[in-house]
C-alpha cells in the first residue's frame, strides 16, 4: 500500500493529520489490507485528528458506485462525515474524520498554512447535499 500524510496543528494545538492519498495494489485488495493500514495509521497518531478527502459520493456518474464504497470503507474504518464539501482544484471532496471536528475554515486554513496560499485559493467551499444521490 502507499499513503501520502501531511500533519499541521489546529487552533487548539491539536496536530491534524491529512491522509492525502492511500492505495492497496488491485492484488491486495479485499483482503483487509487498506482496514490493516488506516489501523496503524490511528495507532501511530493516536493524539492526532486524521482526516481524508474523497471525491464526492453525491455527484451522479459512471464512478459513483465506486466512490460510494470509498466512502462506506473509510466510515466502516471509523471515519465520520464532517459535513464539509470543498471544490479541491476543481474536484468536488467530502471530507471525513477520526479524532476531529473539521469545518471548511479550519480545512481552507490548513492548506493555506501547510501548503501555500497559493493552494488555498484553489480551495473553495460547497453545499453540503441533503443525501447521497444513488445511481
Known amino acids: 500500500f502507499a499513503a501520502t500524510i501531511n500533519g499541521s496543528p489546529d487552533a487548539q494545538g491539536k496536530r491534524l493529520i491529512l491522509l492525502d492519498y492511500l492505495a492497496v495494489a488491485p492484488t491486495l485488495r479485499g483482503r483487509g489490507t487498506g482496514s490493516a493500514a488506516l489501523q496503524l495509521l490511528s495507532a501511530r ?16 456518474g459512471d464512478d459513483q458506485p465506486q466512490r460510494l464504497r470509498r466512502r462506506a470503507f473509510y466510515e466502516r474504518c471509523g471515519y465520520a462525515p464532517s459535513r464539509t464539501m470543498a471544490s479541491v482544484f476543481g474536484v468536488p471532496m467530502e471530507l471525513l474524520c477520526l479524532r476531529c471536528t473539521l469545518d471548511f475554515d479550519a480545512y481552507h486554513d490548513f492548506y493555506c498554512t501547510r501548503y501555500s496560499q497559493w493552494a488555498g485559493e484553489h480551495i473553495r467551499p460547497l453545499p453540503y447535499p441533503q443525501e447521497t444521490k444513488q445511481p
Open 45 to 60: 497518531y493516536a493524539a492526532d485528528g486524521v482526516f481524508v478527502e474523497i471525491e464526492s459520493p453525491f455527484e451522479p
